[in-house]
T-cell receptor
Framework: ETGVTQTPRHLVMGMTNKKSLKCEQH?????MYWYKQSAKKPLELMFV???????ENNSVPSRFSPECPNSSHLFLHLHTLQPEDSALYLC?????????????????FGPGTRLTVL | AQKVTQAQTEISVVEKEDVTLDCVYE???????LFWYKQPPSGELVFLIR??????QNEISGRYSWNFQKSTSSFNFTITASQVVDSAVYFC?????????????FGKGITLSVRP
């Protein structure tokens, strides 16, 4: 398989559930990202990992917990979410080796996970 | 701070028409990168083009062309002879030239509908 893959594609969960989103990149990239895309809003950068280290957390609530066990895999663990967290969650990767946020290489995106919180 | 403005929110055209999607950006850096992405109904953002601030040559790729003008801080995207498969949301994005605080900033997107 090539590119960036995400599972599941669709997820419905209650506010008390715990679930995880998975992202895998097959591009040999060094950096991975989580974005949130809500209706009528620009894409919001949530987390950035470079060489498996979290580079920055963009003031994301603690009910979202990222994990990057290796340079090819990225997870987003979800617990006690709110209905306003319903959105499309997109994963991306790039060649960048990042000291901070800094990303100038092209980011390649996965198909996203459509999350609905009831 | 960097900013991307896509003033058009929705555009509807009939197949075979040409359509231009506008993008205006703001940055204080002299080195920066501009991108266009396509998001079809399936959700995935598909990379279309990356240009750096030192290369103002216009680019053509099949039915797609891009017009980069630093004087007006614009990076417009034209689809020639549009097709139904071009229906999607199109995002323009800007990344400043590296360093600790650079990140990819997206515009709000333009929804393009191409009718048969």
């Amino acid at each position: 398989e090539t590119g960036v893959t995400q599972t599941p594609r669709h997820l419905v969960m209650g506010m008390t559930n715990k679930k995880s989103l998975k992202c895998e990149q097959h591009l040999g990239h060094n950096a991975m990202y989580w974005y949130k895309q809500s209706a009528k809003k620009p894409l919001e950068l949530m987390f950035v990992y470079s060489l498996e280290e979290r580079v920055e957390n963009n003031s994301v609530p603690s009910r979202f917990s990222p994990e990057c066990p290796n340079s090819s895999h990225l997870f987003l663990h979800l617990h006690t979410l709110q209905p306003e967290d319903s959105a499309l969650y997109l994963c991306a990767s790039s060649q960048d080796r990042l000291a901070g946020w800094g990303s100038t290489d092209t980011q390649y995106f996965g198909p996203g996970t459509r999350l609905t919180v009831l | 701070a960097q900013k991307v403005t896509q003033a058009q929110t929705e555009i509807s055209v009939v197949e075979k028409e040409d359509v231009t999607l506008d993008c205006v950006y703001e940055t204080r850096d002299t080195t920066y990168y501009l991108f266009w992405y396509k998001q079809p109904p399936s959700g995935e953002l598909v990379f279309l083009i990356r240009r750096n601030s030192f290369d103002e040559q216009n680019e053509i790729s099949g039915r797609y062309s891009w017009n980069f003008q630093k004087s007006t801080s614009s990076f417009n995207f034209t689809i020639t002879a549009s097709q139904v498969v071009d229906s999607a949301v199109y995002f323009c994005a800007l990344s400043e030239g590296g360093g600790a605080n650079s990140k990819l900033t997206f515009g709000k997107g333009i929804t393009l509908s191409v009718r048969p």
